[in-house]
């Protein structure tokens, strides 16, 4: 991977494994960028991505992106700066790379970088933090984000389990609205169950409870207890073969989305619900097809009901 870290010119560094991967740099905090149609007056110069619109990447190693920024400063800027910041699998920060350093000049500017992405483990991630700096040493930054995935044809490291036909109810019910994609149980088993010992088994509950319309939607239990606040994306069958789903493309459309979330949006049939169950030492998922919806005729019945099938990554 090349990376430059002298004014105008680039070196070649080797990311090593992160067992044998040093901290080379330690990143101080980050100001936050101002919108580029904004020269700064005297304060930090401005910074943003004006391309791609998601600059989220999945790439396999050798596979090159371009990143378009717009730069700003009324003092004049001095360097675009790149710091990558490698995390594995379990989002754990393993260590940062040496800083790349290109050459400016002038007041605005558009900027392109263009990078390869590196041989490293599958499924780690890179922080790029991009910095703008002025002839005074002021800086504002901004991020992207690239995940490595494998080689396709490579062998997969967890199987995929299929379930067909499970529901969740109407949480006002009181059991059968949570669920547990492992064990494949439906929680609470009885009314009034004490609920402290089950909120770890519960990978996903009915959420609404609603006595007027029954407008059924999904959070997380166990997520929540685990400390886990994003672990929903949406996403339907123009974007994801539920099918043919392997670990692979599960891993894909989960971290592609620029901002999972901490409960879903309203349910509807034809919904594809990705779960991230645990983030360690590999993240593992399930996928929920919502296959029916049921409402009782008034809309303040309890036995409102999700019909779903799922597949469970497993070793």
Same mark, same amino acid.
């Given at each position: 991977?090349?990376l430059s870290?002298?004014?105008?010119?680039?070196?070649m560094?080797?990311?090593?494994?992160?067992?044998?991967m040093?901290?080379?740099?330690?990143?101080?905090?980050?100001?936050?960028a101002?919108?580029?149609?904004?020269?700064p007056?005297?304060?930090?110069?401005?910074?943003?991505?004006?391309?791609p619109? %998601?600059?989220?990447? @999945?790439?396999?190693?050798?596979e090159?992106?371009?990143?378009?920024?717009?730069?700003?400063? %009324?003092?004049?800027?001095?360097?675009?700066?790149?710091?990558?910041?490698? =995390? %594995?699998?379990?989002?754990?920060?393993?260590?940062d790379?040496?800083?790349?350093?290109?050459?400016?000049?002038?007041?605005s500017?558009?900027?392109?970088?263009?990078?390869?992405?590196p041989?490293?483990?599958?499924?780690?991630?890179?922080q790029y933090?991009?910095?703008?700096?002025?002839?005074?040493?002021?800086?504002?930054?901004?991020?992207?984000w690239?995940?490595? @995935?494998?080689?396709?044809?490579?062998?997969?490291?967890y199987?995929?389990?299929?379930?067909?036909?499970?529901?969740?109810?109407?949480k006002?019910?009181?059991?059968?609205?949570?669920?547990?994609?492992?064990?494949?149980?439906?929680?609470?088993?009885?009314?009034?169950?004490?609920?402290?010992p089950?909120?770890?088994?519960?990978?996903?509950?009915?959420?609404?409870?609603?006595?007027?319309?029954?407008?059924?939607?999904l959070?997380?239990?166990?997520?929540?207890? @685990?400390?886990?606040?994003?672990?929903?994306?949406?996403?339907d069958?123009?974007?994801?073969? =539920?099918?043919?789903?392997?670990?692979?493309t599960? =891993?894909?459309?989960?971290?592609?989305?620029?901002?999972?979330?901490?409960?879903?949006?309203?349910?509807?049939?034809?919904?594809?619900?990705?779960?991230?169950?645990i983030?360690?030492?590999?993240?593992q998922?399930?996928?929920?097809?919502?296959?029916?919806?049921?409402?009782?005729?008034a809309?303040?019945?309890?036995?409102?009901?999700?019909?779903f099938? =799922?597949?469970?990554?497993?070793?």
């Amino acid at each position: 991977m090349m990376l430059s870290i002298s004014r105008g010119a680039r070196r070649m560094i080797r990311f090593a494994s992160a067992s044998v991967m040093s901290l080379l740099l330690a990143l101080s905090a980050c100001e936050e960028a101002v919108p580029f149609e904004v020269i700064p007056q005297d304060g930090p110069p401005a910074i943003t991505v004006t391309a791609p619109a %998601n600059p989220r990447f @999945l790439k396999r190693p050798g596979e090159q992106t371009t990143v378009t920024f717009q730069l700003g400063d %009324n003092e004049g800027l001095r360097l675009f700066r790149v710091v990558p910041r490698i =995390y %594995n699998e379990a989002d754990s920060l393993i260590g940062d790379a040496l800083p790349q350093d290109f050459d400016l000049t002038g007041n605005s500017q558009p900027f392109t970088y263009t990078f390869t992405a590196p041989a490293l483990n599958p499924y780690y991630k890179i922080q790029y933090n991009c910095y703008a700096i002025d002839l005074k040493g002021a800086y504002a930054t901004t991020s992207f984000w690239l995940s490595i @995935l494998p080689d396709p044809a490579a062998p997969q490291p967890y199987r995929i389990l299929t379930y067909t036909s499970d529901t969740v109810y109407n949480k006002r019910k009181g059991i059968d609205y949570a669920f547990n994609f492992t064990s494949r149980a439906s929680l609470p088993t009885t009314p009034g169950q004490n609920l402290d010992p089950l909120r770890l088994q519960m990978d996903i509950a009915e959420g609404s409870g609603s006595q007027t319309a029954w407008l059924p939607y999904l959070n997380s239990p166990a997520n929540e207890q @685990l400390g886990l606040d994003s672990v929903f994306v949406m996403t339907d069958a123009t974007r994801f073969n =539920y099918e043919s789903a392997n670990y692979t493309t599960i =891993y894909q459309a989960f971290f592609a989305d620029p901002a999972p979330a901490t409960r879903t949006p309203v349910l509807k049939e034809g919904d594809y619900v990705i779960v991230r169950l645990i983030k360690s030492p590999r993240p593992q998922f399930a996928v929920m097809k919502v296959t029916k919806l049921f409402f009782d005729g008034a809309g303040i019945n309890v036995s409102d009901y999700v019909v779903f099938d =799922y597949k469970v990554t497993t070793p």
